[in-house]
């Protein structure tokens, strides 16, 4: 028993056209709202037990509970029904076409893939009929692509009732994650002299003093981070992202402030990158004694370091074979996910998902029958862990 092709392209085609497109992202963006009242209605029509939650006014979370008929554990599939927008789309991204074994269109990978094969994954196991020695949690979360209050809020609430996770996240490669890297937005503020420029004196040049950051910030990313990445997490994330500075032509800029991206790789945390910085500011301070810097930590996202997981990893790794001839390897990953915040809040958490390509690009694809094949790959693990066999009370 397994989902049909047509019922998978129904129901992603069917989201995909409902805009979802995160408002912290986007200011303006749809948000949630309409793609939360789909899938809570069509998992209730499953008789699951499915209510919204406001994380923000007019952006739920969907929880959609299946009991078992007997007690057992708690095992949450989670994804996240927000998306980003789609300027750089010519005008298909909410109109998914099917190409072959691929379909397009916004967010159909990252994350509606996810949310649909969560959600196929658990039509066939009321349709099979299993019974469950526990239950299955099926979490749709608000604003992933935005800062995850949606997951920090499903985190807060609930932890207590979940055992084990499977964050759903789209990925290329047949890979189970059991780790990855953490990361911040630090912004680094340099403060200069402002006076007119025809007083070199009195004025200090932010810019210039900013200049000094950004070299010495390059040389340590090709030094140390570049050459040295984590077995399985890879090189450690470092990347500029935004700067500003200065007032006008005619005058010394009174600050610069430059905005960038880190990673941590597990057993790090962000201080420790704060901690380098301020030894570059040391280090120009040397050579520009008026230099000034200080850094502001925007967000700050501690790694993933799955623990407790075993259970979750055999059976998962088992269905994978199962389904796909080969057993997908188990490594980490040099991004970050919401895998984080299950794993900070105790629950045992890996990272999967179906294959696609192009995530926030245009173009976005989703591979139609490795949909189906995760829906079935999940369904397994849910009968792995929590199927009921005789003996059960
Ligand atoms: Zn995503």
């Not at 056209?17 to 793609?35: C, K, M, N, Q």
Request: proline content about 5%.
């Amino acid at each position: 028993m397994t989902v049909t092709r047509e019922e998978a392209i129904e129901l992603l085609e069917a989201m995909v056209r409902i805009d979802s497109v995160t408002p912290w992202l986007i200011p303006g963006g749809a948000g949630e709202g309409d793609i939360a009242r789909f899938t809570r209605d069509w998992l209730a029509d499953l008789g699951l037990e499915a209510t919204l939650e406001e994380v923000e006014p007019g952006r739920p979370n969907v929880m959609a509970w299946l009991r078992g008929s007997a007690p057992g554990p708690t095992i949450c599939l989670s994804a996240h029904s927000d998306t980003v927008g789609y300027a750089n789309w010519a005008d298909s991204a909410l109109h998914p076409v099917v190409e072959g074994d691929r379909m397009i269109g916004l967010g159909v990978a990252d994350d509606k893939g996810g949310c649909a094969a969560a959600m196929l994954a658990v039509r066939e196991l009321v349709r099979s009929g299993t019974e469950l020695a526990g239950n299955v949690l099926v979490a749709l979360v608000i604003d992933e692509e935005g800062v995850s209050i949606g997951t920090e809020h499903l985190v807060a609430h609930h932890a207590a009732e979940i055992d084990l996770a499977i964050n759903l996240e789209p990925d290329g490669s047949h890979t189970i994650y059991g780790e990855h890297q953490g990361f911040g937005w630090i912004d680094i503020v340099v403060h200069g002299e402002p006076a007119h420029g025809s007083a070199p004196d009195k004025g200090v040049d932010a810019i210039v003093h900013m200049a000094e950051v950004v070299t010495r910030l390059h040389r340590l990313d090709e030094t140390r981070w570049k050459p040295n990445p984590d077995p399985k997490n890879g090189r450690t994330v470092f990347h500029t992202g935004t700067i500003r500075g200065g007032t006008d032509y005619a005058t010394y800029p009174n600050q610069a402030v430059l905005g960038i991206e880190i990673g941590t790789q597990p057993g790090e945390s962000l201080a420790d990158r704060v901690a380098e910085i301020e030894t570059i500011f040391a280090e120009v301070t040397e050579s520009e004694p008026r230099f000034r810097g200080e850094v502001v930590v925007r967000l700050d996202r501690d790694p993933f370091t799955g623990a407790g997981n075993e259970s979750l990893l055999s059976a998962l790794g088992d269905a994978t074979e199962a389904v796909n001839g080969v057993r997908s390897p188990v490594t980490g990953l040099n991004a970050w996910t919401d895998a984080a915040l299950f794993q900070s809040a105790g629950i045992p958490t890996v990272l999967f998902g179906p294959e696609g390509g192009n995530y926030h690009a245009a173009q976005e694809w989703v591979s139609i029958p490795d949909m189906i094949a995760t829906a079935e790959i999940l369904r397994q693990t849910l009968v792995t862990l929590i199927g009921r066999k005789d003996g059960d009370s």
